[in-house]
């Protein structure tokens, strides 16, 4: 039996339905993860077969240098959570669907060459799953973010249904830019439904080309931490698979993390690999840091390490850190609200302290914050001094029972029932 993954060029994309695929290969099923040639090595050093496969003019390998787009983007989040919204909502017309007649002939290709039985394509591969629609073949659905990616009811693509306590937005700014997130999606839609047209005549145009998704949905999720609202609308066969952990081995230079000197708390800091650029929030972090008297691992992407000002000789600080491999060891988390590290969290039973600045960050820090797991600040409006009475205030709450990822059976079941 064949399982097809079809995943961006993308490092944090490509980690979740690689765990998917991993308990497929391991229950003897054949393995193929068609992606871009930046994720090529790290494909065959897992043991599937590669095929080449190009979504996007981009790719992501988890550390990225700044460039114009990168620096509109920090821009926005300077601005705030609705101005951030506003800019990935009007970048959706541009980046979300590349070339979709070409992607659309290279999956039909690949398809046709492998006969799968079974396809795994990522929602937010929209041009994936516009190919797999118009093959008009079966497959299924991983959403890799907050279950809302995938919109229910009367949600908005890239609108949060739930917002966290200190980032409400005002009613009428929100009307906003909920009006614009509707004349994004009408556009988005058209476009799809245009490339479908020139494709796949004889198929069904769509409503809305962000609610597409294969015969069955899987979430990097926590159904527990889904709301009740959601789930009263989510479909029966849509299931909650996460958190979805890759393996990963603390290198032996990093042991001291394993084994602490003192009474002093361990807290890992990471905001993702475009939000690491926010130097300002980074050197924040670190003042808080220091205030508290923590020994940190700090992973800091391409941010040069002198800005963070003088530190302690046992902090870590590095441009990427083995995430899943030292979250185990820390008392404290302080992320972007990622759906990555939320799902790493919960799975390492780490308190957790969010800074979200976009897309379905809010989301999940509302998620969070409803179950009493995190602690949420803004990051355009806190100081060092608020942020490190908050890390002791977290600090001092029980510390949470991990999440156990979900048994190799239950994956299996989730893939091929």
Known sequence: MTLLVISPDYVSHYGPLAVL???????????????????????????????????AATSNSGVVTKDPSIERFLAATRRGALETIRYQAMQRQIDL??????????????????DPDEVLVDHVSFGSTLAMYALGESFMTLVPGHPSQLPVGNERYGIPAEWPGCLRPDPEKL??????????????????????ASVAPERVPVEDAFRVHGRRVLYN???????????????????????????ETLPQELSAWRHPKDNRPQIYVALGTFLSHRVDV??????????????????????????????P?????????????????????????????????????????????STDQFANAADLERAGRASILAPNETSSRELAEVILARLDTVSPNLQPPMTHACIIDALFE
Not at 181 to 190: L, P, S
Not at 221 to 247: I, T
């Open 21 to 55: 695929a991993r308990a497929a290969k391991q229950d003897g099923r054949r393995v193929v993860i068609a992606t871009g040639h930046g994720l090529r090595s790290r494909v065959k050093a897992e043991g599937f077969e590669w095929r080449e496969l190009n979504l």
């Open 97 to 114: 669907l590349w070339q979709p007649e070409q992607v659309v002939g290279s999956i039909t290709s690949l398809y046709k060459d492998l």
């Open 175 to 196: 009307r906003e830019v909920e009006h614009l997130a509707d004349t994004v999606t009408a556009a988005f839609t058209d476009r799809w439904n245009t490339a479908l």
């Open 221 to 247: 999720s926590v159904s527990s931490y889904h709301s009740s609202f959601r789930s009263a609308e989510v479909n029966s066969d849509h299931r909650f698979v996460g958190p979805l952990l890759r393996e």
């Open 282 to 311: 980074l050197k924040l972090v670190a003042d808080a840091l220091r205030h508290v008297g923590a020994r940190a691992a700090m992973a800091i992407g391409s941010m040069p390490i002198e800005d963070l000002g003088p530190l």
């Open 313 to 357: 000789d046992d902090w870590v600080v590095a441009r990427e850190l083995p995430q899943v491999a030292m979250l185990p060891w820390a008392d404290l988390a302080i992320h972007h609200g990622g759906n990555n590290s939320v799902q790493e969290c919960l799975g390492a039973g780490v308190r957790q302290l969010v800074l979200p600045f």
